[in-house]
């Protein structure tokens, strides 16, 4: 699942997010309280490339972010990064998580900055 972001600055400040940049290495944690498994820091990292960011991809579970550094903000695609489900409890498992994500995502927006699924 993958969830398209147009962040402003008001938008990145209501998150519960921890942000770094050092030198062209963009990293960060989200922290997510699931009703199923309690609080979660999901990591993720991110190179930026002039103007776009390209995810660093990190060991699940975590976060892949890309997108485009605007102006007016970052415009990312989110992806929660999950272990693979070797049976269909698991993959069924991981559907209900990514989808717990997303509406926690959501409600940790702005109603102006909420995501495209």
């Known amino acids: ?11 990145l400040s209501a998150l519960p997010l921890e942000l770094r940049l050092e030198a062209e290495r963009l990293e960060g944690t989200f922290r997510h309280e699931n009703p199923v498994l309690g609080p979660l820091d999901l990591p993720f990292a991110a190179r930026l490339e002039g103007e776009r960011v390209r995810p660093i991809p990190l060991p699940p579970p975590s976060l892949e972010v890309e997108g485009w550094l605007r102006p007016t903000g970052l415009e990312l ?38 995501p495209r699924l």
Do not use: N
């Open 77 to 114: 695609e989110v992806r929660l990064r999950l272990p693979p489900g070797r049976t269909w409890g698991e993959r069924a498992f991981a559907r209900i998580l990514e989808a717990l994500f997303a509406k926690a995502l959501e409600e940790s927006l702005p109603a102006g900055a909420r």
């Open 1 to 11: 699942m993958r969830l398209a972001l147009p962040l402003r600055p008001e938008a």
